[in-house]
């Protein structure tokens, strides 16, 4: 049986690449679809992909649903008073510190007395490697960090680590921001993540990545799956993750991850697996 872990969506691309309405449509898809885990922050879009989120929360009041947000450095004024009030909400169900800074070592005391008024329910870190992750203390029960294909932040002993210490790995950007998909090799596309946010290109455009993907390109062609449908299969179907966000613009893109989900040649994942460690 191949190993699925389970699919949140990612709400990075409200108010920023896409506007209220596709978001609505897009969230209103993925919670048709089972989705439960909602994952935002305050720096998407300036604070605009958290009031989205808020907005439709109050007017489709979903049920049984996991909402994740996150607060940028520095840690020694932690407010979480503008993620509640743009989310409409008085818990957030996953607070995480969205990538490392040396005030993490010093905001423990904070952070408790969120989760002891209520005001948080669990805490996680986001962009660590697993020695940050170890000296960030044993508060944080969920670690977020990229995972795909062509570049992972999620080690064979960060895996060990969280599976011993009981702390969850939730992965994002199973796709590469689009660069598994092969569209960028002539150049970036425009109006893609890499033309909104330039910095992502050092991220990916490099010769470890473009070689895992000329790997990519060449089991798609001899199996007959599209590249986008392998990329997101193995990321959906990794051992020791708990949830992967997927991203979008639209209810479609949604759909070829849960696709992707239910991915059942068993010998292509294993080669897969096996190519992409």
Same mark, same amino acid.
């Given at each position: 049986?191949?190993?699925?872990?389970?699919?949140?969506?990612?709400?990075?691309?409200?108010?920023?690449?896409?506007?209220?309405?596709?978001?609505?449509?897009?969230?209103?898809?993925a919670?048709?679809?089972?989705?439960?885990?909602?994952?935002?922050?305050a720096?998407?879009?300036?604070g605009?992909?958290?009031?989205?989120?808020?907005r439709?929360?109050?007017?489709r009041?979903?049920?049984?649903?996991?909402?994740?947000?996150?607060?940028?450095?520095?840690?020694?004024?932690?407010?979480i008073?503008?993620n509640?009030?743009?989310l409409?909400?008085?818990?957030i169900?996953?607070?995480y510190?969205?990538?490392?800074?040396?005030?993490?070592l010093?905001?423990g005391s904070?952070?408790?007395?969120?989760?002891?008024?209520?005001?948080?329910?669990?805490?996680?870190?986001?962009n660590?490697s697993?020695?940050?992750?170890?000296?960030?203390?044993?508060?944080f029960?969920?670690?977020?960090?990229?995972?795909?294909?062509?570049?992972s932040?999620?080690?064979?002993?960060l895996?060990c680590?969280?599976?011993?210490?009981?702390?969850?790995?939730?992965t994002y950007?199973?796709?590469?921001?689009?660069?598994?998909?092969?569209?960028?090799?002539?150049?970036?596309?425009?109006?893609?993540?890499?033309?909104?946010?330039?910095?992502?290109?050092?991220?990916?455009?490099?010769?470890?990545?473009?070689?895992r993907l000329?790997?990519?390109?060449?089991?798609a062609?001899?199996? &007959?799956? *599209?590249q986008?449908? $392998?990329?997101? %299969?193995? +990321?959906?179907?990794?051992r =020791?993750?708990?949830? !992967?966000?997927?991203? &979008?613009? *639209?209810?479609?893109h $949604?759909?070829? %991850?849960? +696709?992707?989900?239910?991915? =059942?040649?068993?010998? !292509?994942?294993?080669?897969?697996?096996?190519?992409?460690?």
């Open positions: 049986m191949i190993h699925s872990p389970q699919i949140g969506l990612g709400c990075v691309t409200f108010g920023r690449e896409i506007d209220e309405a596709a978001s609505f449509a897009l969230l209103d898809h919670y048709e679809r089972g989705v439960r885990h909602f994952d935002t922050a720096a998407y879009g300036g605009a992909s958290e009031a989205i989120l808020g439709w929360l109050a007017s009041r979903p049920e049984s649903i996991i909402i994740a947000t996150k607060v940028l450095p520095p840690y020694d004024r932690i407010d008073r503008p509640l009030d743009r409409g909400l008085e818990q169900d996953l607070l510190l969205h990538q490392w800074h040396e005030t993490a010093h905001c904070t952070l408790d007395a969120l989760v002891s008024k209520g005001l948080v329910r669990k805490l996680g870190v986001s660590v697993l020695d940050q992750l170890r000296s960030a203390g044993s508060r029960s969920v670690v977020q960090n990229n995972h795909n294909l062509a570049v932040d999620v080690s064979a002993e895996r680590h969280c599976a011993a210490n009981s702390i969850a790995i939730v950007s199973p796709l590469g921001a689009g660069f598994l998909t092969g569209k960028h090799q002539s150049g970036v596309q425009a109006g893609s993540r890499f033309e909104i946010i330039p910095g992502h290109q050092q991220v990916y455009f490099h010769e470890s990545a473009y070689q000329a790997k990519l390109e060449a089991i062609m001899r199996t &007959g799956h *599209s986008t449908h $392998l990329a997101l %299969a193995w +990321a959906l179907h990794q =020791g993750i708990d949830t !992967v966000l997927v991203g &979008g613009r *639209s209810p479609a $949604l759909d070829q %991850a849960i +696709a992707a989900s239910e991915f =059942g040649d068993e010998e !292509v994942m294993a080669e897969m697996l096996e190519v992409f460690r």
